[in-house]
């Protein structure tokens, strides 16, 4: 079946982004999308496992790549780095005879597993837009979320191979979301930005005065909403934003959900949360 795939949930959705986790199965079934778990899947590492020792990160991934084909399914996530994250580490054993070797070695020692490299990956964003269709976003809503609404898809996922046909330097898959359930996006620079998430604990300062930024640029350009394609990036965007604007005089308030929240309310499902959504939109402010 084109639309079933085997479903990495990311690194933060069974964590502080539960959110994700309760969201992306009512998201995916209302578009027609069957989520096949991947038993066991590892963190991608989010390039920061890579820092200490690239190759075991190539091997993790390697291990959750091997798990899909084994499946015959396409892995589909809703974080914009680990879709990055797995795709790079991909494109680099398809690209390196010597490295999938090696690799495979490893999978087979340990777990028993191969992998070729027929696997893909995709971002939930891409999969709407290209394989399902935007039409069936518009088809699916039941309460239209009629904001400004300043989407944010980070750097991660912006490179070539990895953000399926949208465009690497100037996307807008994520608005054309937006506008089928409704809202309004707003024109922002700051939408392909990097918050600094590998930085927070070292660089805490840096990476605050880069959060303050992104989101000053939306509300500048008067979101009443932000929607981010990247569940690790969302955690500095929403947690971090009081902090930020503290940190750099600027105005951060603005609230921030993930895309999967953005498709699960407006295709109807956890209601109280969408009128919990609504109430913070008329009521935050600086």
Known sequence: MANRYAYHPGNVAHSNAIEVADTMPLAAQSLGIELVPLEGATSCGAGIIRQA???????????????????????????????????????????????????????????????????NVHHLLHVIVDELGIDKVEDAVKNTLEFSIAGYY??????????????????????????????????????TQSVGVPGIFSEEKTVMKQTAAVLADAKSEGAQLVVSACNLSHMLLDVYQGKAGKTTGQATKVPTIHLTELLAFAFGHHIDRMAQLRTRVLVIGD
């Open 154 to 191: 980070g750097p991660n996922m912006q490179q070539e191979g990895a953000c399926g046909n949208d465009d690497v330097f100037d996307p807008d898959y994520l608005e054309q979301v937006i506008t089928a359930v409704g809202g309004k996006p707003i024109e922002w620079s700051s939408r």
């Open 53 to 119: 020792n690239a190759n075991l990160q190539v091997a993790l991934n390697a291990r959750t790549l091997a798990q899909a084909e084994a499946m015959g399914l396409d892995i589909i996530t809703s974080c914009a780095t680990t879709a990055a994250t797995l795709h790079e580490d991909l494109t680099a054993l398809r690209n390196d005879s010597k490295l999938m070797a090696k690799t495979n070695d490893i999978l087979q020692r340990n777990c028993g597993l191969t992998l070729t490299g027929e696997v």
